[in-house]
Structures are given as structure tokens and as C-alpha cells.
């Protein structure tokens, strides 16, 4: 089986990564292809939350959106090589909900990790309707890997 695992560079969806390392079997998925959507004409970049500290202190003119792509599939692949699966990575441009389905009908996918949550209440929203559309419109099942709850404090 393929696997399609989507990152929009932020935490999340490495941690996404990691869920589908936890549960799946490596003997079972014959590859994986790490996809970056970047979206034409933006008003919010890519999120570069899994570049070197130095890099993302750096700020926004330390690179382009496919560059903060680039590291995030790089940082994510490397951690699934390891596992033991063939990692490819990819750069779509577009709407991310469409290019993760067509890329996952391009692999004849079956299974698109992606991560829900993320960077603000606005990226939140574009991130959690983007793993919607995923889940509507995907020609194979969907996993959403959402943040682990705050623990709260009980009260005696």
C-alpha cells in the first residue's frame, strides 16, 4: 500500500508522521510520498516550523514559501526513511486539498495522513476544512491526526 503523508510544515503534521510510524506496519506499505501544497498568490507562507531554530529566527526573507515547503518534506521523509519504507517527496502548487487527491490518485494511494490543527485560529480553520475536503473527496481512506487535548487540572 502507498501512503500519502501531507505536510503544511508545521508541527502537526509531523506529529502526524510519527502517529502513522506508531500504528502502522513498515512491512505493509510498499511507499510514501511526503507532499508539500503551496498555495499561488498567499497571503499567509508556508509554515517553516520544523526548520533549524537559526533559520526560522531568521524570519521570512531567509527563504521562499518552496523553500520552507522543501524543508518541511525533508524533515519529514527523513524521519520516515528510517523507518523503513521508500520516502519520495513532492512540491504541488495549488489548492492543498486537491493537490494531496491528485496526488493520491496519481500513487493509487491507499491511505492520505494529515494533520488537523496548527498555526492560529485562522491557519486552524484552513488546515481543519482542508483535512475535510481531503477526508469528502479522497479516493482512499483518510487519517486526521489532531493535537493531543491540554490536560486540565482537577479541581478538589
Known sequence: ??????TDGSRESLTAARYL????????ITGITVVAVIRPLAAVSFADDLAPAERRSAGTEAGSFRDAARSAVTTIADE???WGPKVKTKIRSGSPASEIIKEAALTDAGL???SAGG???TDTVLVGSTAQRVQ??????????RRAPAKRSRKK
Open 1 to 6: 500500500m502507498h501512503v500519502i503523508v501531507a
Open 21 to 28: 510510524m506508531s500504528m502502522a506496519d513498515p512491512a505493509k
Open 80 to 82: 520516515l526513511r528510517v
Open 112 to 114: 492520505i495522513v494529515v
Open 119 to 121: 498555526r492560529g485560529l
Open 136 to 145: 469528502h473527496y479522497a479516493p482512499c481512506p483518510v487519517l486526521v491526526v
